[in-house]
């Protein structure tokens, strides 16, 4: 008996090494793997920012060489031209540029025009220098007040005579950094030294990595430790809230400001993703063993007991084997009847996707063919811009298309979107205009009761617009056979909830005690091109919002849908 236990634990934690080594071979590859497309993202990042700051750079690199040419300032330098007029040009172009200071210096450095503040060009001679060695210069300092300034020197003088001068813009760093939108990431330009000049992260302004400078002047880069994994740098960072503990660090040089771009990208969302995919396939790697337990136990069990009865009674032997070779054959047929009926279940899932998919896709599949049809007409008749109006509409349905899978997968896995404050006018009127043509088609006059101020609800705009189009698309279909087709669409503003009702003339609902329920649908064979689906997934997109919908016949004729939806907090109110 003791021996027989120690197998048992010996295989059993041999089965755990086992499923323990899988779900680490599954999250490294899953790691690494989400890690490239990181890196791939991240450099596409590096590279937009680096080419904002150049953009930024360029203007008053080009407003040096332009002050260079400027012949009232090349007079001056020669010792003629007027002073007064030199300045005023200088002032013009500073509040033009919005640069902080302009000077036009000689070639001894006696400053003789200038226009902005007054800054300390001790740093700036590198650029200086330069300039009055016939090239264009360049140099990035900190001033006495903490700025971080850069100048560009271009060189002044007559065609054929010594550079007599040179003319210097100074931009203050900081003003570049306000017009920056708010990124997701961390991203810095260092120089030579290690120095931040320029970030997207007010902590890391001045903070140096190579010692460089006064300490009193640049403080010390957060704390990290770096580590290769699978060819990416990654850092671990110990800097505060706003950097992400463990980061990828990706660089692009930038020679012709005399700056390295940097940029910190979270491997977060890859360890997350390689945690899921790990945790799932030893989840099933367990589940897969303990099935083999279960089964090995039971064969073990049945065994014993067919000895002890063999041993007992030997002239049952006969009819023991009997019905041992009959338990084998129903066993067979019961592990051929599971086989079947989990296939089945699996076609009856993605039937049930493939219909839901085509049934949603359908409306902007048909907007984008009638637009497409539209642009290849206007552009035979030689009118590109109607024809790029009918392109751009074509372009934001596909994107539209994308959210709507999106949508689907996030009900079918009951995945929850972050429900924010939405507009239902808004709603409404971007589905009216995706179903106009469909409407207009089928001869259905829209009357929508617009209000004159937004009616802000909590939802996901994206998936409200799905459920107006579900509604207005069934009310379409519920009129094609009759006399008269209204549609009529309002919206009703209570205390705590907003009421969006959606009314039609047609035959009305045959069981309103059923319309929700999936797959069932009211239209006639061959006339529908859904599967009974679109109901039932805006009932659940509704319920995910705290919302309700009801549908009922109204007592004119036809049916009315009514979406109850949790009104806004507006303002605080």
């Not at 006064?214 to 110990?238: A, C, E, K, M, V």
């Not at 589905?431 to 609800?457: F, I, Q």
Request: proline share 3%; net charge negative.
């Amino acid at each position: 008996m003791k021996g027989l236990f120690s197998r048992r634990f010996g295989a059993v934690a041999l089965f755990l090494a086992a499923v323990a080594a899988c779900a680490g071979g599954v999250w490294w590859f899953s790691f690494t793997s989400t890690l490239d497309q990181l890196g791939i993202r991240g450099r596409a990042d590096l590279a937009l920012s680096s080419d904002r700051l150049s953009a930024q750079m360029r203007r008053y690199r080009e407003l040096a060489v332009l002050l260079s040419d400027h012949p009232t300032l090349g007079a001056l330098v020669t010792g003629g031209g007027d002073e007064q007029l030199a300045n005023a040009i200088l002032r013009l172009k500073a509040d033009q540029t919005g640069t902080q200071e302009i000077r036009l210096l000689a070639g001894d450095g006696t400053l003789l025009a200038s226009a902005g503040e007054d800054y300390d060009d001790i740093g700036a001679r590198p650029a200086f220098r330069r300039a009055m060695n016939g090239a264009l210069g360049s140099a990035h300092y900190v001033n006495d007040q903490g700025q971080r300034l850069f100048t560009f020197g271009a060189p002044v003088g007559t065609p054929g005579l010594p550079i007599g001068g040179a003319i210097l813009v100074t931009i203050d760093l900081s003003e570049i950094e306000w017009n920056w939108p708010s990124d997701p990431f961390a991203v810095f330009f260092t120089d030579d030294t290690g120095v931040v000049y320029v970030t997207s992260r007010s902590e890391l302004i001045l903070a140096s990595r190579g010692g460089g400078g006064d300490t009193g002047t640049y403080q010390s880069f957060p704390p990290y430790n770096i580590q290769s994994i699978g060819g990416h740098r990654l850092w671990d960072i110990d800097g505060g809230r706003y950097l992400p503990g463990q980061a990828m660090h990706l660089t692009q040089p930038m020679p012709v400001i005399g700056m390295t771009g940097e940029i910190l990208i979270d491997t977060a969302p890859a360890r997350r993703i390689a945690f899921l995919q790990s945790a799932v396939a030893g989840a099933l790697a367990l589940a897969i063993g303990a099935m083999f337990y279960v089964a090995a136990e039971r064969r073990r069990t049945m065994a014993e007991k067919l000895i002890a009865e063999a041993a007992a009674n030997a002239r049952l032997e006969a009819r023991v084997a009997t019905r041992t070779a009959e338990l084998s054959t129903a066993n067979e047929t019961l592990r051929k009847a599971q086989a079947d009926l989990v296939q089945a279940d699996k076609l009856t899932a993605l039937g049930q996707m493939s219909a839901g998919i085509s049934h949603e896709l359908n409306q902007p599949l048909m907007a984008i063919r009638s637009f497409a049809e539209n642009a290849e007409t206007y552009l035979g008749r030689g009118k590109p811009e109607a024809a790029g109006e009918n392109l751009s509409r074509i372009s934001e349905l596909a994107r539209r298309m994308g959210r709507i899978i999106k949508n689907l997968r996030a009900f079918a896995r009951q995945e929850r979107e972050e429900i924010t404050d939405v507009d239902l006018v808004r709603v409404v009127d971007a589905v009216l205009e995706l179903a106009e043509r469909r409407l207009a088609d089928g001869g259905v006059n829209v009357s929508w009761v617009r209000p004159d101020t937004p009616a802000m609800v909590r939802g996901g705009e994206v998936r409200l617009q799905q459920v107006v189009m579900n509604l207005a698309s069934n009310a379409a279909d519920a009129m094609v056979d009759s006399d008269i087709r209204n549609l009529d669409i309002s919206i009703e503003t209570g205390a705590d909830i907003v009421m969006l009702h959606v009314r039609d003339t047609g035959p009305g609902i045959d069981d309103p005690g059923k319309i929700f329920d999936p797959f069932y649908s009211t239209k006639e064979v061959g006339k529908s091109e859904g599967m009974g689906l679109g109901l039932s997934i805006s009932y659940g997109l509704v319920q995910s919002f705290g919302g309700v919908i009801r549908g009922r016949n109204m007592a004119a004729g036809g049916a009315e849908f009514t979406v109850e939806l949790t009104r806004a907090n507006v303002g605080g109110v």
